[in-house]
Structure formats: C-alpha cells, structure tokens
C-alpha cells in the first residue's frame, strides 16, 4: 500500500476544505454585509433580498457539501484528471479547470458507467474513502490494462465500496448514493426529463435512492426552468417524508417541495382515518362523476307551481320555474366551473325581475310599448340587485359554494353512488382524511373561485396608486424649476425631468412600490393548488387512488413526471396498482417503463423467505436478485404471548450498533407500546431512535438493521392486500431478521 499516494490524496482533500471554508465566509460575509446595508426604497430593499436568498442558498449548499466532499478521481488516457464530488468547487480563477467536478456533471459520467470492456477513456478510477476531512481509504480500478502503473490500491472487487456502504449500520436516515451509483441507476438518473418515466422494482432495489438524486440531476441540469417552476417530491407517509429529507439538501439541493398525498389541498390538515371500503370508494374514479353530478345538484329551480316570492317596495317579486330554468341554462352554457357561471344566472335573474317590475310600473294603460327604455331597466336592475331578499332567493337556487362546505355537506349525505357505496362515505362530521383531499381538489376544479370583486378591488387600489405616483412625480418635476437661476440651465433640467418621465411613467413607478414577494417557489407551490410544477416524482406511485392521480395531474399539466414503484407491493385498498389504468386516461401508451432488477438492500436468506410468502398466491412470482449474502438465516417463533416475545427480542437485540424495526398490525400497537417504552411510534416516528415500531404501511420505503414482524397472519388477513403488506414488511431488513407468531 502506498502511503505516498495517501498524502497526496490527503493533502488534496486538505486544500479542498480549505477553499471550502474560504467560499462559506465569503458567502456568510455577503450574508451579512447585504442584512446590515441601509437600503433604500422598495427597490433597494429587493436587491437586498435577492442577494441574501442568492448568497444564502449558496452557503445552504457548500454547508451541504461538508460531509463526503469529495469520493472519486478520474484519470484518463489523454492525461485529463478530474476529482468527483458532491458539488463542484472551483478556484478563484473561473477559467481554471473546477477542484472538484459536481456528480452531475457530463465529464463524471464515466465513474458510474465505465467498464473494462468500454472504458470511456479512462486509464483508472477512484474510489476515496474519507472520515470527515480525512481520507481513510483509497480502492483503485484499472481499465487500461496496458498502463503498468500502480499505485497498491488496486482491488479486483469493484463492488467493494459498493458492499460496504451497504453493510453500514442505519442511522435512520436515508443517505445518499452518489459514491455508488450503479451503471442502471445512472442512466435512469440522467434520462430526459421531458414525458412521463416510470421506475419498477422490488425491495431494495434502490427506487427511492434513484428517483431522489433523479430530482438533484435535474435541478443541476435544468437550473433556470426548474428553479422557476419547483419539483414536487410525492411520498407515501410523513415517516417516508423524514426518512428521505436529508438526500437532496446533502446534495446542495433545497428547492424542492416534499409531500405526502394528503398534504397537497393548501390549508386543509387530514387527520383523520378512513376504513379501508371508505377509502376505495372516496378514491374511485367514479368519484368524480357523483361530485360533477353533485354540484349540478345545488343549480335548482323551483318547483313548478311554487314560485318564490321576493319582497319589494313596489310590490312583491317572483322567481318561478319558466324564469330560473331558462337562467340556468344560460349559466351553464357558459361550461364554466359552478361559481364562475353564478353571476351569469344572477344577471339574467336580475334582467329578468326588472323586466317583470317594469311591466308593471311602465305599462302603458291604453296597451301601446311600455314607457320605460333601455336605460330604466337597467337602474331597475341595479336597484334590484341591492335587495338583500333578492340575493336570499339567488342564493337558495345557485348558491356561492366552497370546497370545503361543498364537500362536507355530500359526505354527510352522499348521492350519485350505489347505496352500500354512499353507506360506506357516510360521515355527518370528523376531520378530513387523506382520502378527501382528492375531494376536495375535484371540488375545487368543479367550483372555481369568483375573483371577480377581489380583483376590481385590487384594480382600484392599483388606480389609486397610479394616481399617487403621477402626483409624486409632477411634485418632483415642478419642485426642480425652482432650483435654476440660469432659464437654459432650467429648461435642460426640465428637458431631462420630461425624458425621465417617459422611461419611468407613473405605473412603474407605482410598480416599484409594491411589495415583493420573496418566498421560494417551493413556498409559493406548497400554498398554490393550481401551481403547475417543472416536475413531480412520486415513490410507492401504486399506492395512489385514480382520485389522487387526477389532483396530481392538474400540478402537471407538462406532464413530465417520474413515478417509481411496485405493483407486487400495493397495499392501499384504493391504489391503481398497474402502470396502464394509472397512465392511459392522461398520456395513453406514451410514457416509458424502466425496471430495476438487483437487490442492493435484503440479503439472499431474507428475501428467499419475503420471495416464499408471495408465492403462495402468485406461483411464477420472481424477486430482485439480491447482491449479497450475509449467512444469517431469518428465524421465526409461535409462542402464546407474542408481545412479551418482542420485548424480549427487542432487548436481546439492544447490544447491537443500528436500527430495530417492530413491525406489527395496528391492533398490536397499543400492547406494544406499553411493552417497548423505548421504542418511537405514532403517525411520524422518529426514525433515528433504536427502536421505532410501525405498521407496514408506515413501513414502506423504510430500511432497518433488524426487522422483528409479529404476528405476520395477523397482517396478512387486516387488509385488501394483506399479503402485500406482509411482504413489504418482510423486506426491510439489510442484517437480520426475525418472525413472532401467535400460537
């Protein structure tokens, strides 16, 4: 081993840190120097902001960047030689050739896909291990065989810093894989972020892994487009959300937005908890057609017959069938969501009303045209529509409705659906559940909001400004005829005033005075429900109803979109499952289908066990083919009492470094917990404790050490895909794992 080659790695990293924390002060000075400037007017105040959230999210990145700076090197054939890291660092020379070259970038490329066989022009590769700024490892590959140089880090096991990263205890959190990114995942990573990819495999395959640094690939690649626009980042459970939340920011990348499903209706917490038939049905595609039908429901006439009668000072008003019926149509025509088509029923109520009250004030007594024109219908019209008890009866037939209200009154009484199916949905009160929000979305798009009195506010304020602006600057052009004494000297000045006035008019003027708004367009996504995303990845994509799949959609009108996921692993009652009925109602057959097929997590002996359970219903099933054995065979007990056995397996384990997962059904936890004070639990558990105990759907995505299932038929007979869950919950594991039964 040349410990030569060791100081010249070491002194590299050593100087790369160096110029690390040279950039970091630099951007922390920028910081600070830009928070403390006086600024000046709105506009000054806005270049101070850009240049904190510029410099900010500059110093966001190189704190980032602290932790495995550096991982590779690239020798080539042609003598170029480039350091791989997780972001690139360059000198205060731009023109100098980077530090360190960023992952993503065209010319690292070769350290993920080059082999003997097809080289890409290399000579050698590098793998550098390091322990904070220290490097403790070097692990070398020739692909040249004709250069004869070596250095005694030479290894013929390429996969060794691949297995022993995976070897690694967990910590709780997802790392990411940017030092062993595999030739299949690179390509997936960097395919084109245009059109619809969908991501297949089995457990441990790397799905997650890949999709989010897919997501810093594209934010490295599309920079301007992206940044604009925001990725939305769709996981299955807030676990999954804080499992995964520190990849991308380790990555340099914080621009995303991360939710789950029910997070995706601004404002609206779903708290609460469907059963599984209410849950299929709220997520059905036929949803959709029961709310549409719904919301014509609350556009009503009145009854033949039974007109409503509407108080006036000259007399009382009618609203019946003939005249209803014939506004609503007009409303309707407009093929407008419910709330934007209400004002063209309002009108033609109002027309219609003014037209009935000046036939009887303006009817000419000899039978010749009413004496009331154009004009006096239309101050009729006014007057009407001043009228509380008009607005009362408008109200009663199309009334002004929100997604909210909307909703929970057809969840109390659910109409459009057969009867066991609107039984199911039945729910007088109670919080909304992560199945509503696709509910509530679908309202939403069937509503619409009228903005109109909004906007002529806005208008008016906005006139009102512009008109302050224009006085302000008339002040400012006569205050200057005062300040010459010399009348050329004046009218030059006065020319100059007049030139400034046509580049800045009263309307920028007014424009510069507005307030900014500086949020992210990951903030500004997240309160926006008709934001329209650069790009969304969704993990465990088959979980999701066709109801979410409609919400998801309208945030995707590019549809460019990577979905990663496995059929054999829906667990949902109301999860699509197939790729086709997923896909085939917004892009048809044309998306694409990439399948991961090797096991980087489970080892051999476990996932033969997971393998087993699914085959009992689907005899040609065929698992991920899994990269290592570790020699530890799963092992199960039936005992009488399986929550004391947990406990006891749970301590017989507590000398161990990593991560125990209890993975039971929902029913065991109450038992449980008071049997594991240690362990983490609840909707969001925290992950990085030693014990945390789930049920499988919290499972998914996850990864542990050591995995204890209790009570597997218990899981397997709790729901519509009972066997599914098992199998997710069999697959966490990357060391050991154990199965408690009931006797």
Known sequence: MSTEEFRKEQQFITELYARLDDLRDQAEAAVGQALKTPWVGNQGRLERDVLVAEQSGLLGALNAGESGLCFGRLVFRDGRD???????????DPNRTPLVVDWRADVARPFYLATGYEPMGLSRRRHITTQGREVTALHDEVLDLADGTRTGHENRDADEVLLASLDAARTGRMHDIVQTIQAEQDRIIRSPHRGVLVVEGGPGTGKTAVALHRAAYLLYAHR??????????????????????????????????????????????????????????????????????????????PERGEPLIVPHDDG?????????????????????????????????????????????????????????????????AKGIAGSADVHAAVDTLWPPLTPES??????????????????????????????????LDEAAELLGVDDSAARAAAEAEREKQIQYAQGVLDVSYASRTYEFEDKEEQDKDAAEVLAAHDIID?????????????????????????WAFGHIIVDEAQELSAMAWRLLMRRSPNRSMTLVGDPAQTGDAAGVGAWEKILAPYVEDRWELVRLGVNYRTPAEIMAVAADVRRATDPGFEPPRSVRSTGVEPWE???????????????????????????????????????????????????????????????????????????????????????????????????????????
């Open 82 to 92: 480039h350091h791989i890291g997780r972001i690139g660092i360059r000198e205060d």
């Open 224 to 301: 301007e487009q992206l940044a604009k626009r925001a990725v939305l980042i769709v996981g299955p459970n807030p676990a999954f959300l804080g499992y995964i939340g520190n990849v991308l920011p380790s990555l340099g990348e914080t621009g995303v937005l991360l939710a789950t499903p029910a997070e995706l209706f601004p404002g609206v917490r779903a708290t609460g908890t469907d059963t599984p038939r209410a849950a299929a049905v709220k997520g059905a595609a036929a949803m959709a057609e029961a709310l549409a039908h719904a919301v014509r429901d609350r556009q009503q006439v």
């Open 316 to 380: 009382d008003l009618v609203i019946d069938w003939d005249m209803a019926l014939e506004a609503r149509h007009k409303a309707r025509e407009t093929a407008l969501p419910h709330n934007l088509a209400r004002p063209y029923f309002v009108f033609n109520i109002l027309d219609a009303l003014a037209e009935q009250l000046a036939d009887r004030i303006g009817a000419d007594p000899y039978g010749g045209p009413n004496f009331l024109g154009p004009d006096d219908l239309a101050l009729l």
């Open 406 to 439: 909307f909703l929970a009154d057809y969840l109390a009484e659910p109409t459009h659906l057969a009867e066991e199916d609107a039984a199911a949905i039945r729910r007088e009160d109670g919080p909304w559940t992560p199945a509503d929000v696709p509910l």
């Open 506 to 530: 009263a309307e920028r003027f007014a424009e510069r005075h507005e307030e900014a708004d500086h949020r992210s367009a990951a903030e500004r996504a997240a309160a926006d429900r008709t």
């Open 637 to 743: 007990r039936t005992v009488e009492n399986p929550v004391k056995e947990t406990a006891d397996a749970v301590a017989a384990e507590a000398h161990r470094e990593g991560r125990l997962a209890v993975i039971a059904p929902p029913e065991l936890h109450p038992a449980l917990t008071a049997a594991l004070p240690e362990a983490s639990y609840g909707p969001a558990p925290d992950l990085t404790r030693p014990v945390v105990l789930l049920d499988p759907r919290q499972a998914k995505g996850l990864e542990f050490d050591t995995v204890l299932v209790v009570d597997p038929d218990g899981i397997r007979a709790g729901a519509t895909h009972g066997v599914n869950d098992l199998y997710v919950a069999l697959t966490r594991a990357t060391q050991r794992l154990g199965v408690i039964r009931q006797a």
